[in-house]
């Protein structure tokens, strides 16, 4: 049928173990905005890169206009006018912002680059949809919104028509994700058509025509947005009734556990300083959480908190003992618990066992070791007693290799370790990033759990959903500064939005001096 | 139903084991010396063909007779391979084996013929010398990787040829250890040199027994120790191993010193060796050249999967192979025949593992193929419970 | 003054196969892949330009002409052999560094088997004069001439027009674009269409061109036209990687690291010939340390801020994302 520009039909793409998309069939209109919802692992990414050439699909086929077509590589799909901005942006860094527009379309003479024309062409197309670029500027100077208007500038210098969204405002600020919208409704109104990605309800219903649901790689279904509701995308998606809100009663919080004063951190990039001039405390009994957009800081703070980078000036007290410049393994000994951000990176040996790994901070104790040699036998009932309380799954129990173990439990084991051992502060960034909403509940009623169990807890988190409904006391950080202090019962999502983008700022309440 | 379950676990016992890393290395390795030698038989065809055969024969059972010198020849690359896949198990390329191993031949001649000693501990100290030697030129490395950042391959290469030249001037210019006429050094006091095993027809000897001995202590430290697990850890993941507050600095340096204790050590015990004539022993020649050793230990250490047992056994095969090479030059053949073998085991080991991947996925197709066609020939329910046996095993 | 013209007459041949090499490398791993095997691809392309001047030696043909051609010859052979390392690095995935050293164990065996079997010998003398006294006409310019124009060989002038075209390869052209996207983010340069694979063979097999060249050269300028089996070429292949590092992948620095080193070997060699360091009567061989120990200092003060092209040594696998 020919209304449709796009049709994918009956998709199958399977990978090693997994069918990541499971006889699919999305069709879009020219003109829509489509949008492509699901959890994370339900296969839309996947989808997204079939139809951009990135992968090839085992079964089905691809129609444009009614004809079909063969996309094997992005420069098939770029024939056929689709382009697509990536989550993770393929931008080059060293690169400046004019080099990667025309990377892989680059105009030249005999194979030498001509860049005036390319140059002027970017300066047209910024000016006419109001995307502010800087084509000399080196990618990894600039912001990442800018580095998200050079990843759409590349489809627009290709003059795709069918452009695709890979979760484009996970970076963004309320108002630019304001100003993303627009810009997508006015490519749909000259006659673009938008497939974008999301897990996000509120964007859904703000800006799609329609929406296609995927569910564990199934096609769940496809509704016009303006006959359905978020709840019943939200059923969709999960295939249960989400609860919203987190059970919690109220915070009793008690001494000053965690006190950081004036940090700065700087940064490996820019001349300015990541983190300018930081204060604040945490008390037992409480769960203070770090709000803000990724790259305002809170990666570097963390880091000079755990120990991991070197802070340029300020102080940092736990449990009335200065740590400011102690080790990483003084940090944990003198009671601070870290879940990182990256599991893979710095929570996980990878090609560890499973015990390995619960026993990494553990191991240099007289429990699990004796004049240098470990006890196996410690170690092992060690490992079995954390799995069974915290019901870490895994293939062979202790033994598992820890890469053949699924997110959810890699995560858990990880909590598991971190809350066993003691410690007087937690701190937990990003903790359920890639999980499903079953392994989120989980970890939200272990961080409440320790919260009650009268320790701190210093939650770094993106989800603004999990911000209100898990912290007692939100602070917002912009730029490498606190711009404010909220409380989750009094404030809106708009409010702590306003502060994320710098728009609104309160002096923060006079931190009261250490004793 | 009795025989099916006990011959059902023993057929799991077996695919554990085939299934183990350990199993896999072994067969990875297993078809990288396969390569290794069809090529070198290539090479002999094509240089001589008339006597490629016995040539070959040559190489492959030579050694069976002689082996004293292949335990002889196996002790420096035993060593030299532990120096490098100590070092790997951390991620670090030593590479500088060689330079370690010469300084370990240094330092062990000087102490030979600098110190008077009552002769049952002149030469331990000797030896422990040379592993003070190695242990210097590994602490290099690992500290510049340590506190400047610098790439340890780059800091062994260049420290190689320092110590190569440091070592020549040194000895050249020491009247007690260099012989000018003759351009090598002089003979080591006997009271200077291991004691032999007293094998006929070789110089085999008791750091033989040395040698085994610290790849058993090396492979309890990594497995059993928490240095061990620290090494390992940072091996693996280095970002990881700082997260949990291991001091990857120490540990760095630590690493590369314990592996260039191992070189110096096969640089002592080559220096050491007994000779079979009396009043002479092992000397050297200062011209000018990296330790052959020190390269030959990296192919012995890749091949042992960089574990100490592996590398005992890795170490007793190139030396096997060694020994048939220089038999085969009784027809004509030169010994460099199988320095091209052991290059080119080397380049299949390294992606043996992902060749293996390919061989047993293919194995693993005709196999299933198999059953699929077995369950779909089979129709009627009477043999239902025949089939769950064939899938059960 | 004339000390300083010698040094600098001395330095040129030695500091061009340095840069050459220097250059493959920094062609290999600003595509992704690492190349320890440069020594060896040195010592093939020596030995393979080396052969083909020895049987053309007898011939009447000009000396300059012959180096020309052996100097073709040198690159292919240097190309094909490249490809055993990009075939392991690319195709097989496998571990760069141990696939380089393979490579750099085999060419001393092969060549030695070779030598020991034709030639008797350990490796291949030829007896072709390279050497050029003085370039007519240009010798006679004031400074320059006795600076570039004498007692040299034509692979100075070459190796500065290799520079020079590679530069412009590198910046200047949609294939040098390509290339350096994919040694810093290959996800991104596959993304837009870009064959990822493709880039990387030719990265590596424009060091196996450089670095075959950068052999022949160095036999040709510095061992007068001869290879040997043991002593290769020198650790010029390992020296050239600490050039490429030193330059920080970028032409014009690696240009100015190859001549550092190549006049620091120079001077260890010359040590007679300047009567303030003769006086001091130190062995030789300790000046022969200079360019290694040179090396480590330099890069003892420029590791930390070094920056290496971010995905190099990590083979490039699609499925991942």
């Avoid at chain 3, 080396?50 to 010859?73: A, D, K, R």
Wanted: net charge positive; glycine share 10%.
């Amino acid at each position: 049928m020919e209304e449709y520009i796009i049709e994918m039909l009956n998709i199958t793409k399977e990978f090693p173990g997994i069918i990541a998309n499971d006889d699919i069939t999305l069709r879009l209109k020219k003109g829509e905005i489509h949008a492509l919802l699901g959890e994370n692992g339900a296969g839309k990414s996947t989808l997204m890169s079939v139809l951009f050439g990135l992968y090839q699909a085992e079964k089905g086929e691809i129609r444009i206009n009614g004809k079909v077509a063969k996309i094997n590589n992005p420069n098939d799909a770029n024939d056929l006018g689709i382009g697509m901005v990536h989550q993770h942006f393929k931008l080059v860094e060293i690169f400046t912002v004019l080099e990667n527009i025309i990377l892989g379309v680059e105009p030249n003479k005999l194979g030498f680059l001509q860049k005036k024309g390319a140059r002027e062409k970017v300066l047209m197309l910024s000016e006419k949809y109001g995307l502010k670029v800087s084509p000399d500027a080196f990618i990894e100077k600039i912001s990442v919104g800018m580095q998200q208007r050079v990843e759409i500038l590349k489809m627009l210098y290709r003059e795709n028509d069918i452009l695709i969204f890979d979760e484009p405002t996970a970076v963004l600020t309320p108002q630019e994700i304001g100003e993303l919208m627009k810009i997508m409704r006015e490519f749909a109104k000259e006659g673009k058509s938008i497939l974008f990605i999301t897990h996000k309800l509120n964007e859904i219903m703000a800006v799609a025509d329609s929406c296609t649901v995927l569910r564990k790689g199934k096609c769940i279904g496809t509704v016009s947005i303006k006959d359905t509701t978020k709840e019943e995308l939200s059923r969709m998606m999960v295939g249960r009734d989400v609860i919203f809100k987190v059970d919690k009663k109220n915070a009793e919080p008690g001494d000053v556990v965690l006190s950081v004063r004036n940090i700065t951190v700087s940064s490996e990039t820019h001349k300015n300083n990541a983190v300018k001039n930081v204060s604040f405390d945490v008390r037992a009994g409480e769960i203070v959480c770090l709000a803000g957009i990724d790259g305002n800081g809170q990666t570097e703070f963390i880091a000079a908190l755990t120990g991991l980078e070197k802070l340029s000036n300020g102080s940092i007290t736990l449990c009335d003992r200065n740590i400011t410049k102690a080790s990483i393994r003084t940090r944990s000994k003198s009671g601070m618990s870290h879940i990182p951000e990256d599991r893979h990176k710095y929570g996980l040996v990878l090609d560890y066992t499973l015990e390995e790994n619960l026993v990494i901070q553990r191991y240099w104790q007289p429990e699990f070791q004796n004049l240098g040699f470990i006890k196996g036998q410690a170690v092992r009932s060690y490992a079995e007693k954390l799995i069974e309380q915290y019901d870490v799954r895994s293939g062979q129990g202790p033994i598992t290799a820890v890469r053949s173990m699924s997110g959810g439990n890699q995560q858990k084991a990880i909590i598991a370790r971190e809350i066993d051992k003691q410690h007087e502060l937690l701190v937990a960034v990003q903790p359920t990033r890639g999980l499903d909403v079953g392994a989120i509940e989980y970890v939200h009623k272990q961080l409440i759990a320790r919260r009650d169990a009268g320790k701190a807890v210093l939650l770094v988190s993106l989800e603004l959903d999990e911000v209100m409904n898990v912290s007692d006391r939100i602070l917002v950080m912009y730029e490498g500064e606190i711009v404010g202090e909220l409380d989750p019962k009094t404030t809106t999502v708009q409010e702590i939005g306003l502060y994320m983008s710098g728009a609104k700022r309160n002096l923060v309440k006079e931190v009261e001096n250490a004793k | 139903m009795q025989n099916s379950t006990v011959s059902s676990s023993k057929k799991n016992k077996l695919k554990k084991i085939t299934n183990s890393k350990g199993f896999s290395a072994f067969t990875a390795a297993l078809l990288a010396i396969f390569l290794g030698l069809i090529f070198g038989f290539v090479v002999m065809v094509v240089a001589s063909p008339a006597n490629s055969l016995s040539g070959f024969e040559m190489v492959l059972i030579g050694g069976l007779n002689r082996l004293g010198d292949v335990l002889y020849f196996a002790t420096p690359i035993l060593m030299t391979g532990l120096a490098v896949g100590f070092a790997f198990k951390m991620g670090l390329f030593n590479i500088g084996a060689s330079g370690q191993y010469t300084m370990g031949m240094f330092f062990a001649l000087y102490a030979g013929f600098m110190w008077d000693l009552p002769g049952s501990i002149h030469w331990i100290v000797c030896v422990l010398a040379g592993m003070v030697g190695g242990m210097l030129w590994g602490f290099i490395p690992g500290i510049f990787k340590a506190l400047l950042n610098v790439n340890e391959v780059i800091t062994s290469i260049m420290f190689n040829y320092i110590g190569m030249y440091l070592v020549d001037i040194l000895i050249q210019g020491n009247a007690v250890m260099y012989v000018s006429s003759k351009t090598r050094t002089a003979y080591l006091p006997a009271t200077a040199q291991l004691p032999s095993l007293g094998i006929a027809n070789s110089n085999v000897n008791f750091s033989f027994i040395i040698a085994i001995a610290v790849a058993v202590i090396l492979y309890v430290v990594l497995h059993k120790t928490t240095f061990g697990y620290e090494l390992k850890a940072t091996g693996f993941n280095k970002s990881a191993a700082t997260y949990a507050g291991m001091n990857g600095k120490r540990n760095i340096i630590l690493a590369m010193v314990i592996a260039g204790a191992m070189a110096g050590l096969g640089g002592a015990f080559a220096m050491l060796a007994p000779s079979t004539i009396a009043g002479s022993s092992m000397t050297y020649e200062p011209i000018n050249v990296i330790a052959a050793n020190g390269f030959t230990g990296i192919a012995v250490a890749l091949l042992g999967s960089n574990s100490p047992i592996g590398i005992i056994f890795s170490s007793l095969f190139i030396s096997y192979i060694q020994r048939g090479g220089t038999l085969a030059s009784l027809y004509g053949y030169k010994a460099e025949i199988i320095d091209v073998v052991i290059a080119v085991i080397i380049y299949f080991s390294a992606f043996a593992m992902l060749m293996n991947a390919t061989v047993i996925k293919l194995l693993k197709k005709r196999r299933d193929k198999k059953y699929l066609k077995i369950i779909a020939d089979v129709p009627d329910s009477n043999n239902s419970h025949q089939i769950d046996k064939k899938e059960g095993a | 003054m004339d000390t300083l013209y010698y040094l600098i007459q001395n330095t040129l041949p030695v500091a061009i196969p340095l840069l050459l090499v220097a250059l493959g490398g920094m062609f290999s791993e600003r595509s992704g892949i690492i190349n320890i095997a440069l020594e060896g691809i040195m010592l093939f392309g020596a030995l393979f330009g080396c052969l083909f001047v020895y049987f053309v030696g007898g011939t009447p043909m000009n000396p300059q002409v012959i180096l020309l051609l052996g100097m073709l010859v040198a690159a292919v052979a240097g190309f094909i052999y490249s490809l055993l390392l990009s075939f392991a690095a690319v195709n097989m995935k496998a571990d760069q560094t141990i696939s380089g050293t393979a490579l750099n164990m085999l060419v001393p065996a092969v060549l030695l088997l070779f030598s020991k079997m034709y030639f008797n010998s350990d490796g291949i003398t030829t007896d072709v004069n390279f050497y050029i006294k003085g370039v007519p006409g240009l010798r006679d310019l004031p400074v320059i001439g006795k600076m570039f124009f004498q007692n040299t060989y034509i692979t100075v002038y070459i190796g500065i027009v290799l520079l020079v075209i590679s530069t412009v390869i590198f910046y200047k052209t949609k294939f040098g674009l390509r290339l350096r996207a994919c040694g810093e983010n290959p996800h991104a340069a596959d993304s837009v269409g870009i064959n990822v694979y493709f880039m990387r063979h030719a990265g590596v097999g424009l060091s196996g061109i450089l670095g075959g060249i950068g052999g022949f050269f160095y036999s040709v300028g510095v061992m007068d036209g001869n290879i040997n089996g043991h002593t290769g070429v020198a650790g010029f292949g390992f020296l050239a990687l600490a050039v490429m590092i030193f330059g920080q992948w970028k032409p014009i620095k690696i240009l100015f690291a190859a001549l550092f080193f190549a006049f620091l070997r120079s001077v260890a060699y010359s040590i007679a010939l300047i009567p303030f360091l003769d006086s001091f009567h130190i062995n030789q061989t300790y000046y022969k340390m200079l360019p290694y120990v040179a090396t480590m200092v330099v890069l003892a003060f420029t590791s930390k801020k070094s920056r290496a092209p971010k995905a190099e040594g990590i083979p490039y696998d699609k499925g991942q994302r």
